[in-house]
């Protein structure tokens, strides 16, 4: 159906080949973003005060690392097929 179709599309894809480094990066970047200022509701701060340059770079950086560091790391370490 359409969920299938939306889930096939190259975007949606790619950000789910790099989502390892999004979970692994975006924790720190938003801590520290947050310690400089963040939105600060009752007292409880829960989003840096400039979000979408947090989520960018976020993206920047997991992106980076998937290109450079992942991917061919994987291309080194997975065995060759022998056809």
Not at 31 to 45: D, E
Not at 47 to 76: D, M, N, Y
Request: aromatic share 18%; proline share 7%.
């Amino acid at each position: 159906g359409w969920l299938h179709l939306l889930l096939k599309w190259k975007p949606f894809v790619v950000l789910g080949e790099v989502s390892f480094g999004l979970y692994l990066f975006h924790q720190p970047i938003m801590i520290r973003s947050a310690q400089l200022n963040g939105i600060t509701v009752g007292g409880f701060q829960f989003l840096p005060s400039h979000f979408i340059p947090v989520l960018a770079w976020c993206l920047i950086i997991s992106f980076g690392t998937f290109f450079f560091f992942e991917r061919p790391l994987q291309k080194l370490l997975r065995p060759q097929r022998l056809d």
